[in-house]
């Protein structure tokens, strides 16, 4: 068994990994991995102009001074992660969603029946909960198969299971807050938008949850997908929420009409798990297909028009948005399993982070915008360094206070 959830690991492979004592001082904190990543050679060329050439280049020179910008810097991505942590039993499963970054700086990850927390400031790791006995303390079967932060409100998690349960959680005083039920399968999805949390299963049902009441369930929409819904995202101003399945279609519902999607989009040719709204277009959506489609696309809601489709030549398992930086990020599986930072909008390809050695599931972006987690089906997590952090945390919302 083993012993730890994450360690520091010696180099950029997960072969003879070791675990030791999880909250063991000479792990913590986590040793950053520093690398240079270009060397401009400061020396001059050893090449010296003839003397009837030194007017025609000095004047030259001028001239390109003149018209050259100034302070235009190129882009440039980190070449290896600043750190890697060991995720042992991260469920190799494309239709999960198995990571989230909460607002308050806690990465929250679901591995196997267990839910760990590793904090952004400190550096520790706890496990939140574990779902490997049930209630009489028999052993259980049961796993955690999706997970989602409030956006408005520090350390409320939503951790959705294999039994078709749902848990709400203060991460903060790790108290269970309550159940919610509604499924009759696996909770595959879940997405929140203020005091709504929204649930989608292998049931191919969307349930929308008012978490404030006790009677949790406003609307319950049945068979919304023909299979499992896979990706579940609110759009940041909450208007409208994307569904995508593994029936290979894409849904766009608007918040006040939750029976009906107000679009059904059929342009990919596998499931469609990652979704992602663009934070300054509140009407653009990106989606990724899987093996079989290998396109990510972009939308606009507004129009139901497709504004671009990219052929990624491998399965798009996430997609992130880079506000800071006004890039969109991807992550991919077979063939290549890498990472794909793009300019927006126009889709030129900036770089590509790889080390993982299988699929790249699942990506979250830290709340300051600094920092890219990714978490491989070769079990590990990667934190990519994307910039300076960013300082942007908005009002508290107290919408559970009742509920405890």
């Known amino acids: 068994m083993k012993e730890s959830l994450f360690s520091n690991c010696s180099s950029f492979t997960t072969n003879d990994i070791s675990y030791p004592s999880l909250f063991s001082q000479e792990n913590l904190p986590f040793a950053s991995t520093t690398l240079k990543v270009l060397n401009y050679n400061s020396q001059s060329s050893q090449y010296q102009p003839l003397p009837i050439l030194s007017q025609i280049q000095k004047a030259h020179h001028s001239l390109a001074a003149i018209a050259k910008p100034k302070n235009v810097q190129k882009r440039i991505l980190p070449t290896a992660p600043e750190r890697i942590l060991d995720a042992p039993d991260l469920c190799d499963d494309y239709y999960l969603n198995l990571i989230d970054w909460g607002r308050d700086n806690v990465l929250a990850v679901c591995l196997g029946a267990s839910l760990y927390l590793w904090n952004g400031e400190s550096k520790q790791i706890s496990q939140l909960l574990s779902s490997d006995r049930d209630a009489a ?53 879940l997405s929140w938008n203020q005091w709504i949390l929204t ?4 049931d191919s049902a969307i349930i929308h949850h008012d978490v404030r009441i006790q009677d949790s369930i406003i609307t319950k ?50 499931a469609v798990k990652a979704l992602a709204w663009c934070p300054w277009q509140s009407q653009t959506l990106a989606s990724g297909g899987g093996t079989a489609d290998r396109t990510m696309k972009i939308w606009n809601t507004g129009t139901g028009t497709l504004v671009n489709s990219i052929d990624t030549e491998s399965q798009v398992c996430a997609i992130v948005w880079n506000k800071s930086k006004k890039e969109i990020i991807s992550s991919h599986g077979f ?47 990667r934190f990519w360094k994307l910039g300076e952090a960013e300082t942007c945390k908005s009002k508290n919302q107290s919408f559970l206070s009742d509920l405890r």
């Open 137 to 189: 303390g028999n052993p259980s079967s049961t796993t955690l198969t999706s997970v989602a932060y409030s956006k408005d409100r520090d350390a409320t998690l939503a951790v959705g299971f294999s039994d078709s349960m749902i848990q709400l959680w203060d991460t903060a005083k790790n108290v269970q807050i309550r159940k919610l039920a509604g499924h009759t399968n696996r909770v595959s999805s």
């Open 199 to 202: 649930s989608g299963g292998r």
């Open 221 to 270: 929409v049945d068979n919304a997908h023909t299979q499992e819904i896979c990706g579940l995202k609110w759009s940041p101003d909450g208007s409208q929420l994307a569904s995508g399945s593994n029936d290979n279609s894409l849904m766009v519902w608007d918040v006040n009409l939750l029976n009906t999607p107000r679009m059904v989009i059929r342009e990919h040719k596998a």
């Open 335 to 381: 063939l290549h399993n890498q990472i794909t930072v793009r300019k927006w909008p126009s889709l030129e390809v900036v770089g590509e982070m790889k080390g993982h050695e299988s699929r790249v599931l699942h990506l979250v972006i830290s709340p300051d915008e600094s920092t890219l987690v990714s978490a491989g089906a070769d079990e590990t997590l």
